[in-house]
């Protein structure tokens, strides 16, 4: 737990709170990320997180090759700026997307692309540092800028210890563990700047880095060949280096499993056969260059005895697809079929590439000796093997087989000539094996160099250098109780408990990310970690131990920290860990409002249904009254409450003449509150298009609501309730297998994801489940003649439906038609039910629709179709373009209407 946290605005802003840490002797971490696996970006001491502000790219010049950046700069969006050049940041971590440039050099991070762009440390030109003492300087080759003091004692140190550094170090590409003394010889140019990188924040703190920028190769072919075991992967590495290669990894069968059957996870039907991978990525100035050299390749592995399947990938779209499988491979593998959770604490030595396969043998039978198993993966070009292993830190035998183990490991790593760590630095998990690695007169050299720097030893103390313990401070440890507290949601695949749940999170920090996809919307705007998925997953955690926050299902810390979280499940299918914080908050905010009142507009919105059907009674009063009650219920002026319709959808359905009567499938359309009592349209449309497809449409006999807005304000007690209700009610048809067609996502998703996790084991609940479709899944996947209507659309997903069943099925059916149609990859509208109409949110809300979303539809030119199946996805949409905004079953339904209706029309 930090000490404190401050965000620093500029370099001043360091230095004054650097001064105030002096004056209390208080130690200073500096931060990123935070995506550090080995311990080093936590401490007990006051955070400077760099991310959030300091995060500028101040230059970049083309001519040079060089970019000026502040630490906190993501690497990504470096990368954007200097793309425009032909040009990039060399070294590319599977966090590119959510790491800081600071980070990276605080760990001299590396990537899939090492083979050519080498390590961090190879690209950095010049730093500007701040000490401990306050001194701010800048550092470069032959150690430029350096007050002399400080120069005249690094050139003592490398006068002492430079045979020993050129005898020890291993010579291998992926040499991450300990200070890069090396970068002190002579012939390294007494890079002083280098020598810092992967010092891991104990030496100064980093205010600015001046960078080199590569060109990148304009055209990649990816192959992959697929092996029976990892180890015979390993072998053939050599052989593809041969044919130069940009990028050279591996990816073992276990990992894979994690992600099968996994609703919205990238395809891992992609792969050709086999158990274990080797991915090869092959650059060039055109395509036909980059694929030819990928072809060869393929040939040369054919002619082999253990000849593998292979297949290559020309489309970028599909080798993307292939990347997103490896680089959410630490999440994906977090937790076994087996239910033990696999950890790091030993996940990333490097041995010389030629030797990986007779080690990896060797490693293998050490784990078989512990019992240990896992998955094996990695930067198999330059001999890095990740893994994740289910070790058990929880238990004192556990722990103390644990340290035997990355003892023996780091013994088998030495003898091979290799490093501790290839790639995610030491930090705590690997400092205390470093005089194994390095003997302890270079340890000692490293304790020189750290007090050089830091004399008062305040910076990330315990870290590299005198380290604390690598089996202390655990984040189980051997005193952890899990707790098992009665829920409501029965946790059925986290072992029935919401102590496992919470425990998902492996703190990868994707969550983190801004540029694409949804999760996490509230952190896209706030940039701001309380109100990232992996801040609340630890607050929940913290909150479950008790002993840093201590009011259990009552703490206001956990209430603050999920406030923001507007229940969108996009972590439920973009965390690789598959941490699912909609239903947390759901159950959180169950025991939170257990023994207290709730706030107005939780009752107005969660018991929506039981207001609408009084409002249907006579709606234009209850529009009015509805008018005068709005900041009541906390609704921001701003916003227009939706208003109930002249006649409800239902009244609509029974009072219609009977339609011809169909020979076609016969569906059970769902009448969810907000299509029935606010947009019956919406549901007339979807009985004109289902019908004249072909369909005979029901609907229930009797009002049933799902109960989605009861979710968002944790009133479960309800909701299992008018589930129960609706099961019973529909049980004949479900028994019949009828298909339940929902219209609006929100709601499909409460039958698709709720229904099953509160009721697993009952059998009518799961057929339910398997037998609801949204509209445009039934029409896309029965024969039906589409009528064509020409024209283009833009699309915009709710985000429970991109969670859970994706948009293919919308695309398919919108093409169909003869739409051009663009799906937007516009992540979260910020409406989320009744989220964005409340006060409190409305500015989150609107800047989650303004990210993406609403300038695309105010760009996108009159006659474009703007598509959305979320009700309130449509309101957000509607409120603030003024564009009108239609669900798929409409934009059908006027396809079969000749002439069409001005669709684009607006409001
Ligand atoms: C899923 C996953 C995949 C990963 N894959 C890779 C990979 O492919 N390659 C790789 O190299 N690493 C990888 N890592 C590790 C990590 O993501 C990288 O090392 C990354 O560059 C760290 O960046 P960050 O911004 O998160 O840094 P942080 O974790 O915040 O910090 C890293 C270190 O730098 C120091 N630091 C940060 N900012 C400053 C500053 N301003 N001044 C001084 N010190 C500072 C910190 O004290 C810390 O010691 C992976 C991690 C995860 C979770
Ligand atoms: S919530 Fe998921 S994505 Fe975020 S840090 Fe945790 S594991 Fe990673
Ligand atoms: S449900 Fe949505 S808003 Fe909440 S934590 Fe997950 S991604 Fe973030």
Redesign the pocket.
């Known amino acids: 737990m930090p000490i404190g946290v401050v965000l620093p605005r500029d370099a001043d802003d360091v230095a004054a709170a650097l001064g105030v840490c002096r004056e209390h002797e208080a130690p200073i ?9 080995a311990g ?2 936590c401490n007990v001491a006051v955070v ?1 997180d ?2 959030k502000y300091m995060n500028r790219i101040v230059s970049i010049d083309p001519e040079r090759r060089l970019a000026v950046v502040e ?2 700069v993501v ?1 990504d969006r470096l990368q954007e700026a200097a793309r425009p050049y032909g040009l990039a940041f060399g ?1 590319d ?3 590119h997307a ?3 440039v ?11 692309h090492s083979l050519v762009a080498g390590r961090t440390s190879q690209s950095v030109e010049e730093l500007e540092i701040l000490t401990y003492r306050g001194i701010r300087t800048r550092v470069a080759a032959g150690g430029e800028g350096l007050p002399p003091e400080l120069r005249d004692r690094l050139l003592g140190l490398r006068e002492g210890v430079a045979d020993l550094v050129r005898s020890r170090y291993p010579r291998i590409p992926r040499r991450v563990s300990g200070y890069s003394l090396d970068e002190l010889l002579p012939e390294r140019g007494f890079h002083v700047a280098r020598a810092l990188v992967g010092s ?3 030496c ?4 600015g880095a001046r960078v080199r920028l590569e060109p990148s190769p304009r055209s990649r072919a990816l192959v992959v060949a697929g092996y029976p075991e990892i180890c015979l992967a390993a072998d053939a590495s050599p052989l593809a280096l041969e044919h130069g290669p940009i990028g050279l990894e591996a990816l073992d069968g276990a990992i894979v499993e994690g992600i099968r059957g996994r609703a919205r996870a990238a395809a891992p039907a992609l792969l050709p056969g086999g158990h274990a991978w080797l991915l090869v990525e092959f650059g060039g100035d055109t395509d036909a260059e980059a694929s030819e050299r990928a072809r060869t390749l393929i040939a040369a592995l054919g002619r082999r005895p253990d000849a593998p399947a292979t297949r290559l990938f020309e489309d970028p779209a599909e080798q993307r697809r292939i990347w997103e499988i490896r ?5 994906l593998s977090a937790r076994a079929p087996n239910g033990r959770d696999r950890l790091g604490g030993w996940e990333d030595a490097a041995v010389p590439p030629e030797r990986l396969g007779d080690y990896l043998r060797d490693f293998t039978s050490l784990l078989e000796g512990f019992g240990y198993t896992g998955v094996l993966y990695g930067h198999f070009g330059e001999g890095c093997v990740h893994t994740r292993l289910d070790f058990d830190l929880a238990s004192a035998p556990g722990i103390a087989a644990y340290r035997r183990f990355v003892e023996a490991a780091a013994d088998l790593v030495v003898s091979y000539g290799g490093s501790l760590s290839g ?3 030491d ?1 705590q998990a690997r400092a205390e094996l470093l005089p194994r690695m390095f003997g302890e007169e270079l340890v000692a050299a490293f304790r020189e160099f750290k007090t050089i720097w830091d004399p008062d030893g305040k910076l ?1 103390p315990g ?1 590299v250098v005198d380290p604390l313990r690598l089996d202390e401070q655990l984040r189980l440890g051997a005193g952890y109780a899990s707790a098992r507290p009665r829920t409501h949601f029965p946790f059925a695949e986290d072992d029935g408990s919401f102590g496992r749940a919470v425990l998902r999170c ?5 969550c983190r990310k801004t540029d694409t996809g949804t999760m996490c919307p509230s952190y896209m705007v706030t940039r701001d970690e309380l109100h990232s998925t992996r801040g609340r997953a630890r607050l929940l955690f913290e909150m479950l131990k008790g002993d840093q926050l201590r009011g259990g299902w009552h703490d206001r810390h956990v209430r603050e920290a999920l406030e923001l979280c507007l229940s969108c499940k996009s972590c439920k299918s973009e965390c ?1 860990a598959g941490v699912d914080m909609a239903a947390y908050k759901a159950e959180f905010l169950s025991h939170y409002y257990a023994r207290r009142p709730r706030p107005p507009q939780q009752y107005a919105v969660g018991l929506i249904f039981r207001w609408a059907r009084l409002a249907s009674r006579a709606p234009r009063l209850a529009n009015r009254v509805a008018r005068l009650a709005k900041t009541g219920v906390g609704v921001a002026p701003q916003r227009e409450l939706p208003a109930f319709a002249p006649e409800t959808f239902r009244t609509w359905f029974a009072r219609r003449p009977p339609p011809a009567a169909a020979a076609g499938e016969r569906v059970l359309l769902w009448p969810d509150t907000f299509t029935n009592y606010f947009a019956p349209e919406r549901g007339r449309a979807a009985v004109t298009a289902l019908e004249a497809a072909g369909f005979r449409v029901e609907i229930p006999s009797r009002v049933l609501c799902c109960g989605r807005p009861l979710y968002d304000c944790g009133m479960l007690s309800t909701a299992k309730r008018q589930l129960r209700r609706v099961v019973s009610e529909l049980r004949e048809e479900i028994r019949a297998g009828t298909t339940v067609v929902g219209l609006e996502p929100s709601c499909t998703a409460v039958f698709r994801d709720e229904l099953p996790a509160l009721f697993p084991h009952d059998e009518d609940s799961r057929r339910l489940s398997a037998q609801t479709l949204s509209f445009a899944e039934l029409l896309a996947t029965r024969s039906w003649e589409p009528p064509q209507l020409g024209g283009r659309a833009i699309v915009h997903g709710h985000c429970h439906q991109k969670a859970l069943w994706g948009m293919d099925a919308d695309v398919t059916v919108l093409s169909a038609l003869g739409l051009e149609v663009e799906l937007l990859d516009s992540g979260c509208c910020g409406m989320a039910g009744g989220f964005g109409f409340q006060r409190d949110h409305l500015d989150l809300s609107i800047a989650c629709g303004e990210r993406v979303l609403l300038p695309a539809v105010r760009a996108a030119p009159a006659d474009t179709l703007v598509v959305a199946d979320g009700f309130s996805c449509c309101e957000q949409v509607e409120q603030t373009t003024r564009r009108r905004c239609l669900h798929t079953a409409e934009v059908v339904a006027h396809a079969f209407e000749q002439p069409p209706y001005d669709l684009a029309r607006v409001l």
């Open positions: 971490l500096a931060r990123g990320g935070g995506t550090s696996l080093q970006c400077l760099f991310s630490p906190g690497l070294p971590p599977a966090t959510f790491c800081t600071g980070g990276m050099i605080g760990n001299d991070a590396c990537g899939v891991e924040g104990t100064a703190v980093l205010l680089e959410s491979a630490v999440g790639e995610h630095g930090g990330n870290k492996v703190g990868a920090g994707k690789p």
